[in-house]
Structures are given as structure tokens and as C-alpha cells.
């Protein structure tokens, strides 16, 4: 048995581990959670789940999701800029750099926050609470020392120890509409991700190609290899199909698919916001 913080090896009915620290619970106890298991994202089926120092729980499950961590003294957890809802008034607020100047600039030009937040409790165990900007579902996803290509809108939150990474997508991502970078998260603990509706998981079979909107996708595996192209053949089917750039994926690996796209949610409200010279429904007031 392997820790499944740091992956160091355990003894049999331990209830922490030796080299991280992580509190363990015994399989058979009935507070442990239970989780989906057959493809390469652990998720918690009951949304909620413990790490190093902090346990956490997604409440509302659905389209107005809220992930709740509760901070063990001196403990912290890492967020997207904005990420956050509400927190106790003993948690301690620090924005900074990640990965320094250069780090920073890659996620600005990626569409990013150049700032990362780091929630530490300070005297006494806190509460933080994070959800994202847009209606939809908070997944808990348990990393095992892996590697993860999530599109930045995506992430959420996560584990101090995770490394996260804005990585170059070359003309993959510039043509998809998708921004030049895209996040690399890598490691062991915690991850909060969030989509636009719910989120659909999809395992492909060695060989097996499958093609997903580029606006629904949330992530996938690392190692996984796609292909960017128009959705259909020739520029004038395509114009008529109503799709713009899909991502053709090769197996074995697993994807998580958004429902929604919320770019075309964007699309559908446009016609209900007045103009910028103020006709089209909007209002003028007189003297």
C-alpha cells in the first residue's frame, strides 16, 4: 500500500504516513469516501475528501457548486485569483508570483491572473470557500503523482504541493480559440476544477480517436496527443454545421468534457444587450 499524498510506501493499517504526514483513514471505516475509480481522474463520488493539513467538501452540487476547505492551524491551500467566496477572519491572504516575472508574464499573456492566492490559517483552524465565476459543477479530483493539461478557465483550486504551470500550445491553442498556453498541473493532492454546465468523463481505448469542441473541454490526461481542425471538411461545410475548431484525440486516455460552452452561451445573449451607441433596447431618460 502507497500513500496516496507522496506514494511512499506504507504498513499494513497505518493510520499516517512516515514520510508526509498525511492522516490516513482504514478502508473499512464508514467515514472514508468513496470514489470513482476506472479512469485517470480519482474523483470523489460523495464530494468531499481530506489532504496534508485541510479537509474539503463541494456543497451544491450541481450548477451553483461551492467548494468548502477546512484549514488545519498553520495549513494552507492554493487558488486561482477571484477564486475566492468567503473565508474565516484568522485565514491569511497572500498573492504573489508564481514561478516569478517570466512565470507571470506567461499567464497573463495566457489569459490568466499573473497572481496566484495562498489561503493560510493563522492560530487555529479556517475556513475557505472557492466557486467559480460561471454557473456549473466543482469536481475534487485526487492526483497521485500525475500530470494533467487543464484549460486555465478550468482551475480552481488546489494543493499547495501541485505544480502548476503555464505551458506553450503553439498554434494548437491559438487556432483552437483557446489562447496561446495552457495550464500543466502536476503531482500529488488535491485538485479543484470547475466547468460551464456538468462535466462528462470520457475513456478512450488504445488507438481509439474521439473529437470534442475545443469550448468543452475542461482537461485531460498529459500524455494524451491531439490534433486541432475544423470540424468539418472544407471551409463552406463547416460555416453551414455551426462548429468552429474541435480537438481530435488519440487513446489511451481519459478527457473531462463540459456540457456547455460557454462562449456560445455568450453568443445566444448578445442580441439582448443594447449597442454601444444605445439603440436596441436600451434605455434614455429625458429632461
Not at 475566492?84 to 495566457?110: H, I, P, T, W, Y
Not at 463552406?236 to 456547455?260: C, D, N
Request: net charge neutral; charged share 15%.
Amino acid at each position: 500500500m502507497n500513500c496516496p499524498k507522496c506514494n511512499a510506501l506504507l504498513l499494513d493499517n497505518a493510520r499516517f504516513c512516515g514520510s508526509c504526514g498525511l492522516t490516513l483513514q482504514s478502508e473499512a471505516s464508514p467515514s472514508s469516501s468513496p470514489r470513482q475509480t476506472g479512469g485517470a481522474f480519482q474523483f470523489d463520488a460523495d464530494g468531499r475528501g481530506q489532504g496534508r493539513g485541510y479537509t474539503w467538501e463541494i456543497i451544491f452540487q450541481g450548477a451553483f457548486a461551492l467548494a468548502v476547505v477546512n484549514l488545519q492551524p498553520e495549513q494552507a491551500i492554493s487558488a486561482e485569483a477571484g477564486a475566492m467566496v468567503s473565508m474565516s477572519a484568522n485565514v491569511d491572504l497572500e498573492s504573489q508570483m508564481k514561478g516569478g516575472v517570466f512565470g507571470a508574464l506567461k499567464r497573463a499573456v495566457g489569459g490568466e491572473s499573473a497572481f496566484v492566492s495562498t489561503f493560510t490559517s493563522r492560530g487555529g483552524p479556517g475556513e475557505v470557500t472557492f466557486a467559480p465565476g460561471a454557473p456549473g459543477d466543482v469536481a475534487g479530483i485526487e492526483m497521485n503523482n500525475q500530470t494533467f493539461m487543464v484549460q486555465s478557465s478550468s482551475y480552481l483550486a488546489g494543493d499547495t504541493s501541485l505544480t502548476v504551470d503555464t505551458k506553450f500550445g503553439g498554434a494548437k491553442s491559438f487556432f483552437g480559440g483557446e489562447g496561446l498556453f495552457v495550464l500543466q498541473i502536476s503531482g500529488a493532492g488535491l485538485l479543484l476544477v470547475s466547468s460551464f454546465g456538468a462535466i462528462h468523463r470520457k475513456t478512450l481505448r488504445p488507438g481509439e480517436k474521439y473529437v470534442v469542441d475545443t469550448g468543452h473541454l475542461v482537461a485531460w490526461e498529459g500524455h494524451m496527443q491531439y490534433n486541432l481542425r475544423k470540424a468539418a471538411s472544407g471551409f463552406f461545410k463547416s460555416f453551414l454545421s455551426g462548429e468552429g475548431m474541435v480537438a481530435e484525440f488519440s487513446g489511451p486516455g481519459e478527457i473531462l468534457i463540459q456540457t456547455r460552452n460557454l462562449a456560445a452561451f455568450a453568443g445566444l445573449l448578445k442580441p439582448f444587450f443594447p449597442t454601444q451607441g444605445g439603440s436596441g433596447g436600451g434605455f434614455s431618460f429625458g429632461n
